[in-house]
C-alpha cells in the first residue's frame, strides 16, 4: 500500500514533469517554424498544460478502469473551483471585481451542462466525443476571433517572449530534448499512475471512480493551485480566475472527448446522481464573481475550502454509490 501510493505520486510527478517539457518543446518548436505566439497560446499551450490528464484518462480506459478517467475530469473542475481558487482566496483575497471573464465563464457553464446532457445519455461514445470536441473548436475559434480584434484595435496580444514556455535563446537540440522527454514521461507516468491508482482503489475496498475524483483529481489540479496562489500573491485575479475556467472547460470538452475517440466510457450511477451535480453547483458558485463584481475574500475562502472537504468526505466515507 505504501510502495503503491509513492508510486502514484512517482507517476504523477513524472506526468507533470513530462507535461512542462513537452508544453516548452512544441511552444517553441512552434515559434521556430512561424506559427503566431497568440495561436501558440491558444492552442497548444492549452493543449500541453492538460496533456498529464488527458493521457491518465486514455490510459485508464485502455485498461478497463474508467471510472478513473471520468473521475479524473469531474473531481478536478470541482477542485479547481473550491480549491484552486479557495487557497488563493483564503491566503492573500482576490480582487476578481474588476475581471472580465464573463463570455468565457459563460462558455465553460455551456461546456458542463453540455457534458452533464452526454454523461446521462452514456456510455460517452465516439459520437458523443465528436460532439464534444466540436464545441471545443467552436470555442476555440471564437478565443482567436477575438484576439485578433483586439490586436487590431491596438490592445496588447502575446508576443513571442510572453507565451508560456517560450524561450527564444532554446538551442535546436534542447527543443528535440524537451520534445523526446515529454512524449516518453507522459505515457510512462500516465501507466504508473494508473496502474498505482487501481491497487490503491482495491486495497481500500474503494471503486476506481472514487480513486479518480480525490488522489488523481486533486493531484492534476496542483500546477493549477500553484498558479492561482502564484497569482493571487501579485495581485493578478484574472489570471487565476482565467486559468480555472479555462482548464475546467479543457477538461470537460478536449479531455473526455479526446479519449471517448479511444474508447467508451460508462458513466457510474453516483457520478451520474451526485457527482456531476456537486461539479454544476461549484461552478455556478462563481456567478456573483464573475457577473456582480464581488471579490473573494478570505471569508470566501474559508467557505469554498470548507465545501471541497465536506465534498472529499461525502466521497471518501459514502462511496458505495460510485461503484
Not at 129 to 137: C, M, N, R, T, V
Not at 257 to 271: D, F, Y
Request: proline letters at 4%; glycine letters at 10%; charged letters at 10%.
Amino acid at each position: 500500500m505504501i510502495l503503491d501510493i509513492g508510486l502514484a505520486v512517482l507517476g504523477l510527478v513524472i506526468l507533470l514533469l513530462a507535461g512542462d517539457a513537452l508544453v516548452k518543446g512544441a511552444v517553441n518548436l512552434a515559434l521556430r517554424v512561424g506559427v503566431p505566439a497568440l495561436l501558440v497560446s491558444l492552442t497548444i499551450v492549452a493543449f500541453g498544460t492538460s496533456a498529464p490528464e488527458l493521457l491518465i484518462s486514455i490510459q485508464a480506459v485502455l485498461e478497463d478502469v474508467p471510472g478513473i478517467a471520468i473521475g479524473n475530469v469531474v473531481g478536478s473542475n470541482i477542485a479547481n473551483v473550491l480549491l484552486v481558487l479557495g487557497v488563493p482566496a483564503l491566503m492573500a483575497g482576490l480582487d476578481t471585481g474588476a475581471c472580465e471573464t464573463r463570455k468565457t465563464y459563460t462558455f465553460m457553464i455551456s461546456a458542463t451542462l453540455l457534458f452533464m446532457v452526454v454523461a446521462f445519455l452514456g456510455p460517452i461514445s465516439w459520437i458523443h466525443g465528436l460532439i464534444l470536441l466540436g464545441a471545443l473548436g467552436f470555442v476555440l475559434y471564437d478565443a482567436f476571433l477575438t484576439a485578433r480584434s483586439h490586436r487590431r484595435n491596438g490592445r496588447d496580444m502575446p508576443e513571442e517572449d510572453e507565451v508560456e514556455g517560450a524561450d527564444p535563446s532554446v538551442e535546436g537540440w534542447k527543443i528535440a530534448l524537451f520534445l523526446v522527454l515529454g512524449m516518453i514521461g507522459l505515457p510512462l507516468g500516465a501507466d504508473l499512475l494508473v496502474d498505482s491508482s487501481m491497487r490503491i482503489a482495491k486495497a481500500l475496498h474503494v471503486s476506481d471512480t472514487v480513486i479518480g475524483l480525490t488522489l488523481v483529481a486533486i493531484g492534476t489540479s496542483m500546477p493549477e493551485l500553484a498558479t492561482t496562489v502564484m497569482a493571487a500573491l501579485r495581485r493578478q485575479a484574472d489570471v487565476a480566475l482565467g486559468n480555472v475556467i479555462g482548464s475546467n472547460m479543457f477538461n470537460l470538452l478536449a479531455i473526455i472527448g479526446i479519449t471517448a475517440l479511444v474508447g467508451e466510457i460508462p458513466v457510474p450511477m453516483g457520478v451520474l446522481q451526485f457527482d456531476l451535480w456537486v461539479m454544476l453547483a461549484a461552478s455556478l458558485l462563481l456567478l456573483p464573481f464573475v457577473f456582480r463584481g464581488r471579490n473573494m475574500g478570505r471569508t470566501i475562502g474559508i467557505v469554498f475550502t470548507t465545501l471541497y472537504a465536506i465534498y472529499l468526505m461525502t466521497v471518501i466515507f459514502y462511496e458505495g454509490g460510485h461503484g
